[in-house]
């Protein structure tokens, strides 16, 4: 199993900043993907960013330029840092992460952030 604990999140004002942290524990052997998803009020969760293997890392088109997905070398952390945020990013943030072990792939999710931007 892995435990996925995300901190970070709160209320801002617009063109703001914060930095989410998520701390993964557990059996972390075999993670290749690691991610922050969102979700808006009212709407369904939506892939934020995301860091696999290697280093390679993917961005929303509206997030690209604000935020930027970083992790611990060890793959026991993953961090977000969101920069010039707008009151379109308050939502819910879920730290993700896929590991493979014996040919199949498990999601595991944290309890969830919320972050909140006042206009």
């Known amino acids: 199993q892995v435990q996925l604990v995300e901190s970070g999140g709160g209320l801002v004002q617009a063109g703001g900043s914060l930095r989410l942290s998520c701390a993964v524990s557990?059996?972390?052997?075999?993670?290749?993907?690691m991610a922050w998803y969102r979700q808006p009020p009212g709407k369904q969760r939506e892939l934020v960013a995301s860091?696999?293997?290697?280093?390679?890392?993917n961005y929303a088109d509206s997030m690209k330029g604000r935020f930027t997905i970083s992790r611990d070398n060890t793959k026991s952390a993953v961090y977000l840092q969101m920069n010039s945020l707008e009151p379109e990013d308050t939502g819910v943030y879920y730290c993700?992460?896929?590991?493979?072990?014996?040919?199949?792939?498990?999601?595991?999710w944290g309890q969830g952030t919320q972050v909140t931007v006042s206009s």
């Open positions: 993700n992460v896929v590991r493979s072990r014996y040919g199949s792939q498990t999601a595991y």
């Open positions: 557990g059996n972390i052997v075999g993670i290749n993907s």
């Open positions: 860091i696999i293997s290697g280093g390679v890392t």
